[in-house]
């Protein structure tokens, strides 16, 4: 592998597991070439320039650094200048990463970036129909092999969050016995009424439905299902809904909707009645109380179960017309 040191990599999209790896990927390589390196990771909205001297420029105890500018389009204005300087010319001693999310906010510094030759990667979003491969790959990725139809029951039984089905893959190999991933494996850990699937909550909750969503939430926490797969099914029920609603009033064939919003042509046929009860606005703060939800189940909370109730409430409370 090329050194990355004296070079800059520009992270960008919103599929946040494949840019994490390929930040921990360039660290892990960094410190494979130079063990006494330096590792800075810093949100971009905290950044000063004498800040950003500081950070790059290594240390008392170590002249290589690794430095990973997170956050990117929270960068204050008066940084951009310095950054795109160091990015362009960082010297021989940094490897520099810049993580960008992707979306419009903070475009004009990308732009800036790419003119300026910087090395990029980027991770857009997967389409619906990319999924499986995906799942399949993890396997791969894990130790393990999965078939093309047992992935498709993967997908629809743990959702569209690339965290939660790596997740689910990882349950899958570390607790079978066979690298062969089979479609009886999935369905005795994904589905059934044992153990209610993380989209059931989630259609549910954006139904209106209380007490089954509370209901099948309650079975899900005691039949083994992770708290943050039921966020993760949450947040993308959530963004598939949100994108609908930007899509709809387009003039936009079915298919050509499907498209714009990654989802499968069968699933409009739930998005178009949902859409009637949500507006963008409702969604947004239903986005922001899973946000809140998923940082608690991570850690900030002490019980997982009452902030993922809390979650759901207020996800309800957020529908209507106002």
Same mark, same amino acid.
């Given at each position: ?28 390589a960094?410190?494979a ?7 800075n ?16 420029g ?18 204050p204005t ?11 010319d960082?010297? +021989?001693?940094?490897a520099?990463? *810049? ?6 906010? %903070? #475009?004009? @510094?990308?732009? !800036?970036?790419?003119k300026a ?9 997967l ?14 990725r894990a130790?393990?092999r ?16 690339l965290n939660?089905?790596a997740?689910a893959?990882?349950?899958l190999?570390?607790?079978g016995?066979?690298q ?8 005795r850990?994904?589905?059934?009424r044992?153990?209610?699937r993380?989209?059931e909550?989630a ?22 299902v992770?708290? +943050?797969?039921?966020?993760?099914? *949450? ?6 809904? %949100? #994108?609908? @609603?930007?899509? !709809?009033?387009d ?7 499907a498209?714009?919003i990654?989802?499968p042509?069968?699933?409009?046929k ?38 993922l109730?809390?979650?759901?409430l207020?996800?309800?409370?957020c529908?209507?017309?106002n």
């Amino acid at each position: 592998m090329e050194s990355p040191f004296g070079s800059t990599l520009l992270v960008i999209g919103p599929e946040s597991l494949l840019a994490g790896r390929a930040v921990t990927e360039l660290i892990a390589a960094g410190l494979a070439q130079r063990p006494e390196a330096a590792v800075n990771r810093i949100p971009a909205g905290e950044l000063t320039v004498g800040g950003l001297t500081e950070a790059t420029g290594g240390s008392l105890f170590a002249d290589a650094s690794v430095v990973v500018v997170e956050e990117l389009p929270e960068l204050p204005t008066d940084v951009a200048d310095a950054l795109v300087l160091l990015a362009t010319d960082p010297g +021989p001693d940094l490897a520099l990463v *810049l993580v960008h999310p992707g979306g419009v906010k %903070g #475009k004009a @510094l990308l732009d !800036r970036l790419r003119k300026a030759g910087v090395r990029s990667a980027d991770f857009p979003s997967l389409k619906a129909w990319e999924l499986p491969q995906f799942v399949i790959a993890e396997a791969r990725r894990a130790g393990g092999r999965m078939e093309k139809p047992t992935a498709e029951v993967l997908v629809n039984a743990v959702g569209t969050d690339l965290n939660a089905l790596a997740s689910a893959v990882r349950q899958l190999i570390d607790d079978g016995e066979d690298q062969l991933l089979t479609e009886a494996a999935v369905r005795r850990y994904f589905g059934g009424r044992a153990e209610v699937r993380s989209y059931e909550i989630a259609t549910d909750a954006l139904a209106g439905q209380t007490g089954s969503a509370l209901e099948k939430l309650r079975w899900a926490l005691a039949t083994g299902v992770g708290p +943050p797969q039921v966020t993760a099914a *949450l947040a993308a029920n959530l963004r598939e809904l %949100g #994108k609908y @609603l930007d899509a !709809r009033d387009d003039g936009l064939r079915d298919a050509q909707i499907a498209q714009r919003i990654g989802v499968p042509p069968w699933k409009l046929k739930s998005l178009g009645p949902l859409s009637r009860q949500w507006q963008a606005a409702g969604v947004a703060r239903a986005i922001g109380a899973v946000a809140r939800a998923d940082a608690q189940v991570k850690g900030a909370s002490s019980d997982a179960g009452f902030a993922l109730e809390q979650m759901v409430l207020t996800i309800i409370g957020c529908r209507g017309r106002n």
